[in-house]
């Protein structure tokens, strides 16, 4: 019975190895240069540790929100490309739906200035 359980320890324990082994060459045999640059706010558009109550701009995240949206939606063309010959005529069709929907969007979301930073 017990038997049955080994791939799953086995996945848990390469996993985990996966996962610790780099980080603990890294820590062990990485350089331990830090400077200013390295240790600065890396894209979030702010100071991190300042006061919680400061005003900060809203475009940022509507930016990255907008990047992740379109992103996922393009990632939709890798399935369809593998299987365009199976799916045929109504596959080109769905996905030409799609990506016009989409180029919609896109427009909608250039025109109303949201891409722009200032």
């Known amino acids: 019975m017990l038997a049955e359980y080994f791939p799953i320890l086995l996945f848990i324990l390469v996993g985990l190895a996966v996962g610790v082994i780099p980080v603990v060459l890294g820590a062990l045999l990485g350089p ?8 600065s706010p890396y894209e979030c558009g702010f100071e991190a540790f300042e006061d919680a109550r400061m005003k ?3 475009r940022y ?7 992740i949206l379109f992103d996922l939606e393009i990632a939709f063309l890798f399935p369809w490309a593998a299987v365009l010959g199976e799916i045929g ?7 030409m739906v799609f990506l016009a929907i989409l180029v919609v969007g896109f ?3 250039w025109k109303k200035g949201a ?3 200032e």
């Open 115 to 117: 891409l722009e930073w």
């Open 32 to 39: 331990h240069r830090p400077d200013p640059e390295k240790n």
């Open 56 to 58: 900060f701009d809203v």
């Open 89 to 95: 005529l109504f596959g080109f069709v769905s996905m």
């Open 61 to 67: 995240y509507l930016v990255a929100i907008l990047f």
């Open 107 to 109: 427009v909608y979301e």
